[in-house]
């Protein structure tokens, strides 16, 4: 039979040993600023776009876990399939928001994100610290400004960096 390997590996692939389906856990914290951390976002607009942003997900056959942020900048924490590109998430997730946000509210006429984003792994065991962390991200940044918050993600995840890129 052809492409059945033979000798010792075939016991592996034989009835019973094969690997039905995929089960894969991928969780990320997505970061991401305003165009110039303008502060285009308010309380009311903000608590439009978290069930939009979850609505782009699952249109996308993604999850939201968490969506939160400030005037400036928004948290997201998504689950993926093993088949969405972390950056595909990210495109989705911005991409669409920005276009909504920018037709939906006049005086968000021209809105945009910044370019880049932040997209950190979230093991397991941190999830709902996370989620936690992201959904209280008003009264967080009474205590520190979003640079503060962002450079120390970059730290915390060993992602080296030079300021002045990061800020554009």
């Known amino acids: 039979m052809q492409g059945v390997p033979q ?9 019973g040993n094969s690997m039905a389906h995929s089960y894969v856990s991928i ?22 776009l978290r069930p939009y ?7 996308n056959r993604f ?9 400036d900048h928004q948290h997201v924490v998504a689950s993926l399939p093993s088949t969405m590109a972390i950056a595909k998430a990210a495109q989705l997730i911005k991409g669409g928001s920005s276009l909504w946000l920018s037709d939906a ?8 994100w910044q370019e880049g984003y932040g997209g950190f792994s979230v093991s397991i065991s941190h ?37 002045q890129y990061v800020w554009g």
């Open 127 to 163: 999830v709902d610290e996370t989620i936690a962390y992201v959904r209280n991200q008003r009264q967080h940044h009474e205590k520190q400004t979003f640079e503060e918050e962002y450079t120390g993600f970059l730290k915390k995840h060993g992602i080296e960096f030079d300021p």
């Open 7 to 15: 000798g010792r590996l075939a016991r592996f692939f034989g009835k």
């Open 105 to 112: 509210f006049a005086e968000l006429k021209g809105f945009e």
């Open 27 to 48: 969780v990320i914290h997505y970061v991401f600023s305003t165009k110039n951390r303008r502060r285009w976002i308010p309380l009311e607009i903000e608590g439009r």
């Open 53 to 59: 942003i979850g609505g782009i997900a699952r249109k």
């Open 63 to 71: 999850k939201t876990l968490a969506v939160g942020g400030d005037d």
